[in-house]
């Protein structure tokens, strides 16, 4: 086979999981196309994501073969365009079929989205079993995407009251509710002139320009910073979920995106909102979540150094809170795996 290939990122199927090293199928399948006739075993012994698979597989579907400027004649014989002295002619390469691939990775996530991409599945379960393990999941954890739009000073202490003296508050009774979309934490730093704590989106941030400026001036004692310069802020807690104390560098949310139906809008935290951050950092996690120590090793010095030493400090809590609680339960169901898919491809 010898001839330029080259396809693009943007089908679907491509992008339904992220991964490194991904390859395009439609590039995969002309050399399966030229080498192999349906029903033969390909075998892919480093998988990643199982696009060998899938180009295996769709070696028999007659639209994408022909999407691929390929013809596909009445018989599945597949012809190539070439030309001849000027001509241009129909040469046949391959039949049409798919053919059976035998896929394998050491990675335990490439294993789990390979399965996933190349096993056939009932989707009508799966789409009620998602559905009802998302109500379920809304149920428990929704209340930890509230915000108040629009409120007022005495709204926001109403609300501030509501979520210090309740376990599961509601704050619908008090004023207009968003849901909460993400928000935006930013990293603290100490200012080495006076010592003060600098919230760095606050003084190096241009949001206008959305850059971040390569110096600035302190807000207590206005002397010239660079990130360089400044020296980060730590704080000591107690993880319940290995029972250890820890030291972590400080980061507090800064911006906080939230829609109301299809409305998208952003608020700097108020009060409310940094109490109900506290209210989910203070409330037990009912289900499993991985705890596993991060390694040392190439490309852990970054987490490390910043006091991310286990595999849940990856996430916020709220997000612990979410993932194991649709895990615990897709674990309970026939579409466990396409249900871990899902999640996979959402981190």
């Not at 039949?95 to 691939?101: M, V």
Request: hydrophobic share 35%.
């Amino acid at each position: 086979f010898a001839a330029d290939v080259s396809e693009g990122k943007n089908d679907p199927i491509y992008n339904a999981h992220s991964y490194h090293t991904k390859v395009p199928h439609k590039a995969i399948m002309r050399y399966i196309l030229h080498y192999t006739q349906p029903g033969d075993v390909v075998f892919d012994g480093f998988c990643g994501t199982g696009m060998t698979g899938v180009a295996a597989q769709l070696c028999g579907d007659r639209s994408v073969v022909e999407s691929l400027g390929y013809r596909v004649d009445a018989d599945g014989t597949v012809l190539a365009q070439e030309q001849d002295n000027g001509r241009t002619t129909w040469k046949p390469i391959s039949k049409l079929g798919a053919r059976r691939a035998l896929l394998n990775d050491l990675s335990p996530a490439a294993t789990l989205i390979a399965y996933n991409y190349n096993t056939p599945t009932d989707l009508v379960r799966f789409d009620q079993e998602a559905k009802k393990i998302l109500a379920q999941v809304e149920s428990e954890c929704g209340w930890m995407y509230q915000t108040l739009h629009q409120a007022t000073a005495s709204q926001v202490d109403a609300a501030t009251k509501e979520i210090e003296n309740n376990v599961v508050p509601e704050l619908s009774s008090i004023g207009s509710i968003g849901r909460i979309a993400y928000t935006v934490w930013s990293d603290v730093f100490s200012c080495p002139e006076c010592a003060q704590e600098i919230v760095f989106w606050d003084v190096a941030v241009d949001q206008q320009s959305n850059e971040v400026r390569e110096e600035f001036p302190c807000p207590h004692c206005n002397a010239d910073l660079t990130k360089r310069s400044l020296d980060r802020v730590w704080e000591t807690t107690f993880d319940n979920a290995i029972s250890e104390t820890l030291k972590q560098t400080k980061q507090v949310p800064v911006l906080i995106n939230y829609r109301i139906g299809r409305k998208g809008f952003d608020k700097k935290p108020d009060a409310a909102d940094l109490a109900l951050v506290a209210r989910i950092q203070q409330t037990a996690i009912p289900h499993w979540f991985p705890t596993d120590e991060v390694p040392v090793g190439d490309k852990m010095g970054e987490p490390l150094r910043v006091g991310i030493t286990h595999a849940h400090h990856f996430h916020t809590r709220r997000d612990l809170a979410v993932i194991s609680a649709f895990l615990d339960r897709a674990e309970k169901t026939e579409s466990v795996r396409l249900l871990k898919l899902c999640v996979t491809s959402l981190l």
